[in-house]
């Protein structure tokens, strides 16, 4: 049974780079499509980011430049940082994997971590 | 980007009703449409998938239907733990997008 488990710093200063940790167990982070989603404070879900650890990485052009995810196999993990941090980058921040389970295509995240809290504030 | 619209953005049931929750697509996705729950304080919960097919584990009261741009996640018979948001989300294209969600809450 695949479970994640994200890992952050909880409060990150202004124009600072937030680092965020998702460690894969029951599973290898080599083998499937992840994603990153964040929610802010009383609003909806917004996805970041997307990829597999032999493709290069799709992301939110919303925040495309500062924004960078990655897979490390041999720790089983996925990280993502987000640079020059806002107000507006405070929110819960998932991972989930991104699965086909039919094999045609029909990609959805069907499993999620329990999310970390990122407040940005000096 | 494809944006998702979802109507209405909250709505009040009881026990036991048929709600149906509408999600539109910008543009075409064909079937490529995802629904998720999420209760407070909680991840989202992957419901359906090609926008008619239940997630493993999800009851059968829960179904979707729609192709191209509109799409519908109706529950038959609203039970105590179905009161929840609900998110719509396509996969057909990069950025993936979420529609904005609804809240379902108990009359």
């Known amino acids: 049974q695949l479970q994640l488990q994200e890992s952050g710093p909880g409060l990150v200063k202004p124009s600072e780079t937030l680092s965020l940790t998702c460690t894969l167990s029951?599973?290898?982070?080599?083998?499937?499509?992840w994603s990153w989603i964040r929610q802010p404070p009383g609003k909806g879900l917004e996805w970041i980011a997307y990829?597999?650890?032999?493709?290069?990485?799709k992301y939110n052009p919303s925040l495309k430049s500062r924004v960078t995810m990655s897979v490390d196999t041999s720790k089983n993990q996925v990280s993502l940082k987000v640079s020059s941090v806002t107000a507006a980058d405070t929110a819960v921040y998932y991972c989930?994997?991104?699965?086909?389970?039919?094999?045609?295509?029909?990609?959805?995240?069907?499993?999620w971590g329990q999310g970390t809290t990122v407040t940005v504030s000096s | 980007d494809i944006q998702m619209t979802q109507s209405p953005s909250s709505l009040s049931a009881s026990v036991g009703d048929r709600v149906t929750i509408t999600c539109r697509a910008s543009?075409?996705?064909?079937?490529?449409l995802n629904w998720y729950q999420q209760k407070p304080g909680k991840a989202p919960k992957f419901l359906i998938y090609?926008?008619?097919s239940l997630q493993s584990g999800v009851p059968s009261r829960f179904s979707g239907s729609g192709s191209g741009t509109d799409f519908t996640l109706t529950i038959s018979s609203l039970q105590r733990e179905d009161f929840a948001t609900y998110y719509c989300?396509?996969?057909?294209?990069?950025?993936?997008?979420f529609g904005q969600g609804t809240k379902l809450e108990i009359k």
């Open positions: 989930a994997r991104d699965y086909d389970s039919r094999g045609y295509g029909y990609y959805g995240l069907d499993v």
């Open positions: 029951g599973g290898s982070v080599g083998s499937y499509y």
């Open positions: 990829m597999f650890y032999r493709e290069s990485p």
């Open positions: 543009q075409t996705i064909s079937n490529y």
């Open positions: 090609a926008a008619s």
């Open positions: 989300q396509q996969s057909y294209s990069f950025p993936r997008t």
